[in-house]
């Protein structure tokens, strides 16, 4: 029940609710209190007027009607209502010596005594609660515009909501900064100095990365001109193999660099599994990959991905289970909704979420590989699952939601 009632908002939605609920039952109680006392007032004068006119009567043998009139009550004189009125009294049983009900919204006195019998109309009417009206108003209307007042102190923590959202989502330009003194600006202006600070380090982070994999590519663009001046063919080969490999695996520190930093814009496009897997194979630049990779292809299929990031997660996979397998050979088997990588060797020693933090000390070296194909797979919304079986280490990629479902 509570649970609707979480936010800040509906909280004091809540409380104002109930207040003017309150207030509205003391309202009404209270007019209800002061009719009641009325009624008993009346009641209680409609008796001394009676006893007045039997004692009147029997001293002057008349009604005193300039008194009635004085007391806001009237004698029924017209004979055709007078006996409607007595045969009201009769079919409700209240043709006594002294009776009081309301006919037609008038309130009718009977008085039937052995001098006279009369029917009166008292005339007298429950005054408007003027008072409790313009104190309800009064207090009502303080009520709503505190609570416009305070919805319209919150405005600002909706709006610093919505920005910590849009910082969270990798927009670092935004501002948040407030020049009022209550505690929501503090909170604004202090996030503010954080997201200032978290966008200086980037750029300086940025800036380094930049900078360093400019110094990098400079020998080996060099590396690469002085092995075209080799004789041999083979060595040049060889150093040429080698300098494109350390070219290729600056580029793509610079993209893991983009994607752990969530500045990364996805080219999400349909591709058949088996055409990452052999792109894959391809970038691990090795020679004779058929000796150390086996692709089987049970069931082929499509998946939306960014072709450069999603082949270097397979490389990655494979670049590791080539690197720990103890007979140098993968299993690559392609089935519907998923794609297992296979490889002999001993098991992880810690739980594969150990192992998806970034730089973690492991002697096998697969932390930051994992780490950096867990954050890939996290923004393509798919899954990697690992298992040690038959002496086997067993990478699986759950590509379809139907396996997601199944594997949780």
């Not at 604004?188 to 380090?201: G, P, Q, T, W």
């Not at 996805?266 to 692709?295: C, F, G, Q, W």
């Not at 069931?299 to 289970?321: G, P, Q, R, S």
């Amino acid at each position: 029940m509570f649970d609707s009632f979480s936010s800040l908002r509906s909280k004091i939605n809540l409380v104002f609710s109930i207040t003017l609920l309150l207030l509205a039952i003391l309202f009404v109680g209270s007019i209800k209190y002061d009719n009641a006392k009325f009624q008993e007032r009346n009641e209680a004068h409609e008796r001394e007027i009676a006893h007045y006119l039997y004692d009147y009567y029997l001293k002057y043998g008349k009604i005193d009607e300039a008194y009635l009139e004085s007391q806001n009550v009237s004698l029924i004189k017209d004979k055709a209502k007078v006996i409607q009125v007595e045969r009201y009294f009769k079919e409700k049983g209240k043709y006594k010596r002294y009776a009081v009900d309301t006919y037609k919204l008038q309130r009718v006195i009977l008085i039937n005594n052995d001098r006279f019998k009369l029917f009166l109309e008292n005339k007298n009417k429950p005054r408007l609660p003027v008072k409790q009206i313009i104190i309800f108003s009064i207090v009502f209307l303080l009520i709503i515009l505190l609570y416009l007042w305070i919805m319209k102190s919150l405005k600002p923590l909706a709006e610093l909501k919505e920005k910590i959202k849009t910082f969270s989502e990798g927009n670092l330009d935004i501002e948040c900064a407030s020049d009022k003194n209550d505690e929501i600006a503090e909170v604004a202006n202090e996030f503010d100095h954080a997201v200032k600070m978290i966008r200086e380090l980037l750029q300086s982070r940025q800036l380094f990365l930049r900078a360093t994999m400019h110094e990098l590519k400079t020998p080996i663009a060099k590396g690469r001109l002085m092995s075209e001046m080799l004789p041999d063919e083979k060595s040049k080969d060889r150093l040429h193999s080698i300098f494109e490999r350390l070219n290729l695996l600056i580029d793509e520190f610079a993209k893991i660099e983009k994607i752990t930093s969530k500045n990364f814009k996805l080219n999400i496009k349909p591709y058949k599994m088996s055409d990452l897997v052999e792109a894959s194979i391809d970038l691990l630049m090795v020679e004779h990959p058929e000796r150390l990779i086996t692709v089987n292809i049970i069931k082929d299929h499509i998946v939306k991905v960014d072709f450069e990031l999603f082949t270097l997660v397979i490389k990655n996979l494979l670049d590791n289970a080539i690197k720990y397998s103890t007979d140098k050979h993968v299993i690559v088997n392609i089935d519907d909704g998923k794609l297992e990588i296979i490889n002999k060797g001993e098991p992880l020693k810690g739980s594969l979420e150990e192992y998806f933090k970034p730089f973690h000390a492991s002697k096998s070296g697969l932390g930051l590989g994992l780490y950096i194909v867990k954050s890939i797979l996290d923004i393509h919304n798919m899954t990697l699952q690992y298992r040690h079986q038959n002496g086997k280490n067993i990478f699986t990629i759950l590509t379809k939601k139907k396996h997601r479902k199944k594997a949780a």
